[in-house]
């Protein structure tokens, strides 16, 4: 049995990625030292709970 579904009436754009201002003399390198740090946390925090 073939059944058309309708479209959605709810279209997901993905949210606008918010600029974060550094403060001044870092450079975009630094940001993206924080980042890893984070994330690598993050990983760090899931393995331990396990």
């Known amino acids: 049995?073939?059944?058309i579904?309708?479209?959605p009436d709810i279209i997901l754009d993905p949210p606008e990625?918010?600029?974060i201002p550094l403060p001044k003399n870092w450079t975009d390198y630094t940001?993206?030292?924080?980042l890893h740090v984070i994330a690598?946390?993050?990983i760090v925090i899931l393995n331990a709970a396990n």
């Open 1 to 3: 049995m073939n059944t």
């Open 5 to 7: 579904l309708p479209e």
């Open 17 to 19: 990625i918010p600029e």
């Open 31 to 34: 940001l993206l030292a924080i």
């Open 40 to 42: 690598l946390v993050r």
